[in-house]
């Protein structure tokens, strides 16, 4: 089993910056790829970044330019950093893994993030 536990989500102002991170603890030596979706009020769960275990990386439209994916292997991090915020990035923001040894989907408990003045 995976555990991942998301922090960083908050209210913040349109063109503000906020910096997600997910901590994975358990059985993580078969994960293959970690990242982040998110699910807006009244939507469907999109996903947002990916990061595999080679470091390759790649965004969904709607936020490439705008934020960056990225990790500590050693301490078992993820991060999201989200600039040029807008509003239709409201969203609760959830952390992503997948397990090649378990063809399991991993999901953390989600985190916040408004942006509105």
């Known amino acids: 089993q995976v555990q991942l536990v998301e922090s960083g989500g908050n209210l913040v102002q349109p063109g503000g910056s906020l910096r997600l991170s997910c901590a994975a603890s358990?059985?993580?030596?078969?994960?293959?790829?970690r990242g982040w979706y998110r699910q807006a009020p009244g939507k469907e769960r999109e996903w947002v970044a990916t990061?595999?275990?080679?470091?390759?990386?790649n965004y969904a439209n709607s936020v490439k330019g705008r934020f960056i994916i990225s990790r500590d292997v050693a301490k078992k991090m993820v991060y999201l950093q989200m600039d040029s915020l807008k509003p239709e990035d409201t969203a609760v923001y959830y952390c992503h893994a997948y397990s090649i040894l378990s063809y399991t989907n991993y999901w953390g408990q989600g985190t916040q993030v408004t942006v509105s003045s």
């Open positions: 990061i595999t275990s080679s470091g390759s990386t």
């Open positions: 358990g059985s993580i030596s078969g994960i293959d790829t």
